[in-house]
Each structure stands twice: as structure tokens, then as C-alpha cells.
């Protein structure tokens, strides 16, 4: 995936997950920090998308502060989806991101922007009716919560993994794209505040 030129300033992006926060679920404090380096970013052009979905399977290892992951991505099942999370993965976008929602026994939440004092993209993407369901160590995109609903179509940079089975999520069409294939353990792990320090994009032939 190449990277993308030109980063678009808008208001930032208010997201969850389809289930308000619980007694035990924390948020991550506003502490802004200096805006990183530029960052070239668009939505994926359908080139993109189509050699993902024929690509298959995909692969990103994600270091955390809690250690280490590896994310299958299935381009397949939510083409548009896994070609967005590459790119994102590719411009180093997450580097640094903190995981600023955990909910536990639900969800453990990343990729806002204005956390790290970075502008949004300014982009959203297409919900996609991924044959996969919501299982443990499933991750999926989260979407704009506003006047009291989801809204379709409006993810862009925020992402979910589930620590248990959440078939609601289904339900409410939320695009689940990959899963934890290795280093599950990490996610029991993930408090608020912890940060991805990296995340790369694995070659097809490293195991």
C-alpha cells in the first residue's frame, strides 16, 4: 500500500462501540500532546480495496505496553475495511495511539486522533456485511455515536477488539475484519491509558 498525501483537518470524531459505558468501563483523560509529524492519509481508493480482497488473509503485529499481538486480517470478508487498517497501519497512524476505552468483559478500544492532539482524517468508510461474527479476540470498527444511535457508515480510524463474545454487535452490523491470531492474552492485559508503541504489517511467508 502506498502512503497518501495531504492531511485533512476537520472537528474531531466522537465514537463507541454500541453499548454505553459501565461501572466498571473507564475513558482515558483529554491530556493533548504536540501534534506528531504529518500524516498522509485518505480513504482507500478501490484499487486498494479489490487487491485486498483478493490478497486474503493479512497479517499486522501489534505492540503494546502489554505486549505483543498478531492481527489476521481477513481482506475477503471486509474488503474496505482491512485495505483502511493497512493504510493506516503503514503511516504509522497507531503508533503511539493509546487504548482510551476498556470495558471489562466487553471491549478494549483505540485509534482516536485528537487523544494524541492529532487532527482526524477526515474520511469515512462503508459498513461492511462481514461473515464474521463477534467472538473473543475479534476486532472490528467502531462507528459515530450521535443523538442517541449509531450512524452507518461512519467509521474511520477507531477500532474494537472483543474480550468475549458479543453476538449484539452483529445485530446492530458493526464490521468485524479480522481477529487476534496469536498473543491473545495481551488483550486481558490492556488497561486505559496503555499505548500501541508500534504496528507493522507482516510479510505473507513470516510466521
Not at 52 to 73: D, I
Not at 135 to 141: F, K, S, Y
Not at 152 to 158: E, K, L
Amino acid at each position: 500500500m502506498a502512503r497518501l498525501a495531504a492531511l485533512i483537518l476537520v472537528a474531531a470524531l466522537l465514537v463507541g462501540c454500541g453499548e454505553q459505558p459501565t461501572r466498571e468501563s473507564r475513558t482515558v483523560p483529554e491530556e493533548k500532546q504536540p501534534p506528531a509529524g504529518a500524516v498522509a492519509l485518505s480513504a482507500p481508493s478501490p484499487e486498494e480495496i479489490a487487491a485486498v480482497q483478493e490478497g486474503g488473509k493479512m497479517r499486522v503485529e501489534m505492540e503494546t505496553e502489554k505486549g505483543a499481538m498478531v492481527l489476521e486480517l481477513d481482506g475477503a470478508a471486509a474488503p474496505a475495511a482491512v485495505a483502511n487498517f493497512l493504510n493506516l497501519v503503514e503511516a504509522e497512524f497507531y503508533d503511539g495511539m493509546p487504548f482510551h476505552r476498556v470495558e471489562a468483559g466487553f471491549v478494549i478500544q483505540a485509534g482516536a486522533p485528537d487523544l494524541v492532539g492529532r487532527p482526524p482524517v477526515g474520511y469515512t468508510i462503508p459498513d461492511e456485511r462481514s461473515p464474521i461474527a463477534h467472538e473473543r479476540g475479534v476486532i472490528a470498527m467502531a462507528r459515530l455515536y450521535s443523538g442517541g444511535q449509531m450512524l452507518p457508515d461512519s467509521a474511520s480510524t477507531q477500532f474494537y477488539i472483543c474480550l468475549r463474545p458479543a453476538p449484539h454487535l452483529d445485530e446492530m452490523g458493526f464490521t468485524a475484519f479480522g481477529r487476534v491470531a496469536q498473543g491473545l492474552d495481551t488483550i486481558d492485559r490492556i488497561a486505559v491509558g496503555d499505548k500501541i508503541l508500534r504496528a507493522s504489517v507482516l510479510p505473507p511467508d513470516e510466521e
